[in-house]
């Protein structure tokens, strides 16, 4: 059985920083990508994130470019996704998923992706 696990949200200030972790397993981790997604109430879900398998390249929303980095650890079976300069719009529940690949597409899509975990509030207040 395949579990995806979120934690790390949270209520912080705007300007502050969060980190997000996502624990994955019941698959062989270092095989796929891996991507995050947030959605806010009343609006479509958003690709912020994606990783490859080996953690060689990335994709981002315009939206959060130079502001988050994500990351894995495949010796730990961890994806992580670190959050800076947050802002007010940035309040969303946030979703791990896993690929149906080892790569990233040019757009951060949820169909290319096959297991979500439960998501993880992250609340910014202004």
């Known amino acids: 059985q395949v579990q995806v696990v979120e934690s790390g949200g949270g209520l912080v200030q705007a300007g502050g920083s969060l980190r997000l972790s996502c624990t994955a397993s019941g698959l062989t981790f270092e095989n796929y990508a891996m991507g995050w997604f947030r959605q806010a109430p009343g609006k479509e879900r958003e690709g912020v994130s994606c990783i490859t398998s080996r953690g060689t390249g990335t994709k981002y929303a315009d939206s959060v470019k130079g502001r988050f980095t994500t990351s894995r650890d495949n010796a730990k079976n961890i994806l992580y996704l670190q959050m800076n300069s947050l802002k007010p719009e940035d309040t969303a529940m946030y979703y791990c998923?896993?690929?149906?690949?080892?790569?990233?597409?040019?757009?951060?899509?949820?169909?290319?992706?096959?297991?979500w975990g439960q998501g993880t509030q992250v609340t910014v207040s202004s």
């Open positions: 998923a896993v690929s149906r690949t080892s790569w990233c597409y040019i757009s951060v899509n949820p169909a290319d992706f096959g297991y």
